[in-house]
């Protein structure tokens, strides 16, 4: 992006002015707004002119933390390469505040599309939605939704807590506990949570145990105390992800219960450090390779479409998950 200072210069108005009106931020006039965002716009545009000067396709991936999506972004960086695209990491914008800005950058590199990601528990305003299409930016959601339809790609959640669920009866455990954080109503995830409990009866997993914790760091040092010494003791728990999971086993370790002799400890989403948890932690991989791939492709798809003057129908996708056995999870002691 073009410096505040000379955006500033070419809008006559101040640095703290240019500043507060790419942030979208109040009492700035709407005129002021609106000129240092098309002096932003153009000179972005005048500094990086791929799409006049015919230069390669751009897409930009917008994601809340590069550690998670470590391997999403690697899949990506090779197929974008091996088609000839350009690829630019952003963010993912928190709030409507944050869209200005990042809809001048997206501009002056020319984007044709989008791919989003964001935490578990967050939907696309109609809002913003609106702001990607009216500046022709097609957007691709991954593992999130959007009040207006568009592409979308899903880890199959349900699938998934049932496939967790009969892995660990099939073990012998009938006392599980899920730790997360707290759902979000309208999330694809908060409806996996309320099938829980009906998933845990069909295989014989009752009672059945909710934690909400917002963080890992929230966990508190005696869950597990309060866990495995109840009436009935829990003997395996399904954490939210794999920091989640590393935490318990951190905990396990200081409270001196073997795992998984004593209990066992199921993770979520295969990140890159589980595999040297000890011990390697049992989890789920959502299978950001499969994901990526396809996210290009229903961009490749919905482009030709538009450029054959035709506007199919939103794709939605499921994508199938994959439990990779390790060494957390076993039988429940005798």
């Known amino acids: 992006m073009a410096s505040i200072r000379k ?5 006559g108005v101040s640095h703290m002015t240019a500043q507060r009106a790419l942030r979208n931020a109040r009492y700035i006039a709407v ?28 897409i930009a991936c917008l994601l809340p933390r590069l550690d998670t999506f470590s ?5 990506l960086c090779q197929l974008a390469n091996a088609h000839g ?29 989008i791919l989003i990601s964001a935490e578990y528990d967050y939907v696309m305003p109609r809002t913003m939605a609106y702001e990607f299409f009216s500046h022709d930016i097609l957007p691709v959601l991954i593992g ?36 997360g954080p707290r759902w979000h109503p309208r999330s694809q995830f908060a409806a996996s949570l309320q099938n829980h409990r009906r998933i845990a009866a069909l295989h014989g997993a009752q009672p059945f145990t ?13 869950i597990l ?17 794999d920091y989640y999971a590393a935490r318990l086993l951190q905990l396990a370790r200081h409270d001196g219960l073997q795992v998984p002799e004593q209990l066992s400890i199921l993770g979520c989403a295969n990140l890159d450090f589980s595999s040297y948890l000890t011990p390697p932690l049992t989890t789920f991989d959502h299978q950001p390779e499969v994901m990526g791939a396809q996210a290009l492709a229903f961009i490749r798809q919905r482009l030709d479409a538009l450029a054959d003057g035709n506007r199919p129908p939103p794709q939605h996708l499921l994508v199938p998950v994959k439990l990779v056995q390790r060494a957390s999870c076993g039988p429940p002691p005798a």
């Open 7 to 11: 955006i500033a210069e070419a809008a």
């Open 31 to 58: 005129e002021t707004r609106a000129r240092v965002l098309a002096v932003a716009t153009a000179l972005e545009r005048d500094e990086f002119p791929y799409r006049a000067a015919g230069g390669r396709p751009t």
């Open 71 to 75: 391997r999403l972004v690697f899949t």
């Open 85 to 113: 695209t350009r690829l630019l990491l952003y963010e993912t914008p928190r709030n409507e505040v944050e869209l200005p800005a990042l809809l001048c950058a997206l501009v002056s590199h020319q984007v044709t599309s």
């Open 144 to 179: 999130m939704h959007s009040e207006m339809p568009m592409d979308t790609l899903m880890s199959d959640e349900q699938a998934l807590v049932d496939t967790a669920y009969t892995y660990l009866s099939h073990l012998g455990h009938h006392q599980i506990a899920y730790l």
């Open 210 to 222: 909710c934690r909400w914790y917002e963080t890992p760091e929230a966990i508190p040092e005696d």
């Open 225 to 241: 105390r309060v866990l495995t010494r109840q009436d009935v003791p829990t003997t395996a728990i399904f954490a939210f992800n």
